[in-house]
């Protein structure tokens, strides 16, 4: 190949060339110390001697040449590569970003907050007691006598012959005297456990709302008128409540609570649905803490929070609070 020849191929590929590193190649290959050029001239002695000179100079200026068509190439394609660069490097500003999801509270969550200002509201104080209990605090200390058959009626899971998930927050009532004199104005809102056939209204695992009230005077009245108020705090102030004589071992007298069920329509549902229990604490209790029951009494009440729940919103079964079912929680926005 002589000096055009080489020189035509070498232009013709620089110019194709469309990388950086192609032409890196490129070059090494024409221009380089074992490249194609240094090859054409040592082919000088080949050359007839009056032409040695000639051929000499024609392959240097077509070296120099191609060194500059090099530097042209090198220029314009090392634009284009930083221009591709930056633009699949781009941020695009204009895009949407996307769409944050905010969580809400648990429409169970909404109820204790509406059921703790409420009682708040009344004068009561909150705090929090531990869900595996002792049998003493669960059963003992609010005057079941031993092997009693209402117990039976709260059977739950118990870890030893000591320990067992509470069945009711009134378990909460022997902790408070320990450690509260009267007057005091009590409430806890929590977990209880029972052994339990699961259906619309029952569950192995429910929450309870307790509270505890002892001062001088405390009577019937003040259990009823507190009671009132609360369920008109909860379902607004056309719902009427309904107490009827019940036993529980630890008040005296005991009632149930219910109250009139506000989505009953042309005679369809029942007309009331229970909350829960109260009563005026029993007397032994009260003594068994060393209070003088000839200065102080009190009362007591305890509901199911899923039910009050229910009550709210509508809802025919408390299971749904607990299937994490979003088309079911996204209808309880706070
Ligand atoms: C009690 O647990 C008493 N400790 C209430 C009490 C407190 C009475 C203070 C007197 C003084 P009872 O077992 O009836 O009582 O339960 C009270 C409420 O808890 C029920 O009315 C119901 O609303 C709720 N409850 C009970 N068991 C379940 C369950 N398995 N699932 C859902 N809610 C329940």
Redesign the pocket.
């Known amino acids: 190949m002589n000096v055009q020849e080489l020189e035509a191929k070498a232009i013709a590929e620089i110019e194709a060339a469309e990388s950086l590193d192609a032409l890196e190649k490129l070059h090494t290959n024409y221009l380089g110390r074992s490249g194609e050029y240094t090859t054409l001239l040592r082919s000088i002695g080949s050359i007839q001697p009056d032409q040695r000179k000639q051929f000499g100079q024609a392959v240097n200026e077509s070296k120099a040449k191609l060194e500059s068509l090099f530097a042209e190439r090198k220029g314009a394609l090392g634009k284009l590569e930083a221009q591709s660069k930056s633009a699949k490097e781009a941020v695009d500003i204009s895009m949407p970003e996307y769409p944050h999801r905010f969580g809400i509270p648990h429409v169970l969550a909404q109820t204790i907050e509406r059921i703790q200002n409420a009682l708040i509201g009344l004068g009561f104080q909150y705090d929090e007691y531990p869900e595996l209990e002792t049998v003493d605090y669960n059963f003992k200390a609010l005057n079941y006598p031993p092997d009693h058959p209402a117990m039976d009626d709260q059977d739950t899971f118990y870890l030893d012959d000591h320990r067992l998930l509470r069945t009711?927050c009134?378990a909460f009532q022997g902790r408070v005297f320990e450690k509260i004199k009267p007057p005091l104005r009590q409430f806890t809102i929590g977990r209880c456990f029972?052994n339990?056939a699961v259906d619309r209204?029952?569950?192995h695992t429910?929450m309870?709302v307790?509270a505890l009230m002892v001062d001088k005077g405390v009577s019937m009245a003040h259990l009823k008128g507190t009671l009132t108020m609360f369920a008109r705090q909860m379902f607004g102030e056309d719902i009427e409540v309904r107490f009827r004589p019940d036993y529980?071992p630890?008040?005296e007298p005991?009632v149930d609570y219910g109250v009139t069920n506000p989505f009953r329509k042309n005679g369809q549902g029942p007309e009331w649905l229970?909350?829960?229990?109260?009563?005026m604490v029993h007397p032994n209790i009260l003594e068994a803490y060393g209070i003088d029951t000839d200065r102080y009494s009190g009362f007591?009440?305890?509901?199911?929070v899923?039910?009050i729940a229910l009550l709210q919103y509508g809802i025919d079964d408390?299971r749904l609070f607990f299937d994490s079912d979003l088309r079911f929680l996204e209808q309880f926005p706070a």
């Open positions: 009711q009134t029972r339990e209204t029952h569950n429910f309870q307790d529980f630890f008040v005991g229970e909350l829960g229990g109260a009563g007591a009440f305890g509901l199911g899923e039910r408390l």
